[in-house]
């Protein structure tokens, strides 16, 4: 009974990326590889650190297939744990785009609230986040909310050499001066294996809904992700 529910619930979340099959067809339609690797680090037991780098990659663009480097990011997250299934997190990323391509660098500030319950097999996430995108021409302030799922796929706990589900559904609103407020959604689906007691590995995909309601943009991220934790 238990893997029938979550066969179910797997089916009606990759259902809902199945339009991505036919976005190579449409204009305004960007595909990127994104490869990212982190290492979470304990300092105590409800303080923790987490340390990740990210290289984006085309590999389709103006109608044709390639792969280019994009931009790398560089992110530190400090997360302070205020009760067992809640905690606030201060981060600040560096991404380096502007010697790929005539590109702007920027330096992002995040901050974060996250809420996560387990009632059953099934964890359930929220997470809030505001932003402040800093470069040279501009700020944007961005404002997040993101509901994600995750469960194992073999039995009712995560073991080594076992794998699980992660998905999720965001909504974003990015405002700044003289511009007007642009409206985002993403769903992004991965599957991981629990490689070690402190590695996994999480392979996905990730389909992006940008400005829609003015010049709507499709993209598509094939994701690749790499987790260890001290």
Same mark, same amino acid.
């Given at each position: 009974?238990?893997?029938?529910?979550?066969?179910?619930? @797997?089916?009606?979340?990759? =259902?809902?990326?199945?339009?991505?099959?036919?976005?190579?067809?449409?204009?305004?339609? +960007?595909? /990127?590889?994104?490869?990212?690797? =982190?290492? *979470?680090? %304990?300092?105590? &037991?409800?303080?923790?650190?987490?340390?990740?780098?990210?290289?984006?990659? /085309?590999?389709?663009?103006?109608?044709?297939?390639?792969?280019?480097?994009?931009?790398?990011?560089?992110?530190?997250?400090?997360?302070?744990?205020?009760?067992?299934?809640?905690?606030?997190?201060? %981060?600040?990323?560096?991404?380096?785009?502007?010697?790929?391509?005539? %590109?702007?660098?920027?330096?992002?500030? +995040?901050?974060?609230?996250?809420?996560?319950?387990?009632?059953?097999?099934?964890?359930?996430?929220?997470?809030?986040?505001?932003?402040?995108?800093?470069?040279?021409?501009? @700020?944007?302030?961005?404002?997040?909310?993101?509901?994600?799922?995750? $469960?194992?796929?073999?039995?009712?706990?995560?073991?080594?050499?076992?794998?699980?589900?992660? &998905?999720?559904?965001?909504?974003?609103?990015?405002?700044?001066?003289? *511009?007007?407020?642009?409206?985002?959604?993403?769903? +992004?689906?991965?599957?991981?294996?629990?490689?070690?007691? *402190? +590695?996994?590995?999480?392979? %996905?995909?990730?389909?992006?809904?940008?400005?829609?309601?003015?010049?709507?943009?499709?993209? $598509?991220? $094939?994701?690749? @992700?790499?987790? $260890?934790?001290?």
């Amino acid at each position: 009974m238990t893997m029938y529910f979550i066969n179910k619930k @797997t089916f009606h979340f990759l =259902a809902m990326l199945l339009p991505t099959l036919t976005l190579m067809a449409q204009e305004n339609f +960007t595909g /990127y590889w994104q490869s990212s690797i =982190a290492l *979470n680090y %304990g300092v105590a &037991g409800v303080y923790s650190h987490n340390f990740s780098i990210k290289n984006r990659n /085309y590999i389709y663009n103006n109608e044709s297939l390639q792969l280019n480097v994009r931009q790398i990011d560089f992110a530190h997250f400090s997360n302070y744990k205020i009760q067992d299934n809640q905690s606030l997190a201060l %981060g600040i990323l560096y991404r380096s785009r502007n010697i790929f391509e005539d %590109g702007i660098d920027e330096l992002r500030l +995040t901050q974060q609230y996250n809420l996560q319950s387990k009632p059953y097999v099934i964890r359930y996430g929220h997470r809030l986040r505001s932003e402040q995108r800093l470069n040279q021409n501009i @700020t944007i302030h961005r404002f997040r909310y993101r509901f994600s799922l995750d $469960f194992p796929l073999k039995g009712e706990k995560l073991n080594v050499g076992e794998p699980y589900f992660v &998905g999720n559904i965001e909504s974003l609103l990015s405002v700044a001066k003289m *511009n007007q407020p642009q409206y985002d959604t993403r769903l +992004t689906a991965h599957f991981g294996w629990q490689l070690t007691n *402190n +590695t996994k590995l999480q392979i %996905g995909s990730e389909y992006r809904l940008e400005n829609f309601s003015q010049n709507l943009e499709h993209i $598509f991220f $094939f994701l690749t @992700t790499l987790n $260890f934790s001290l």
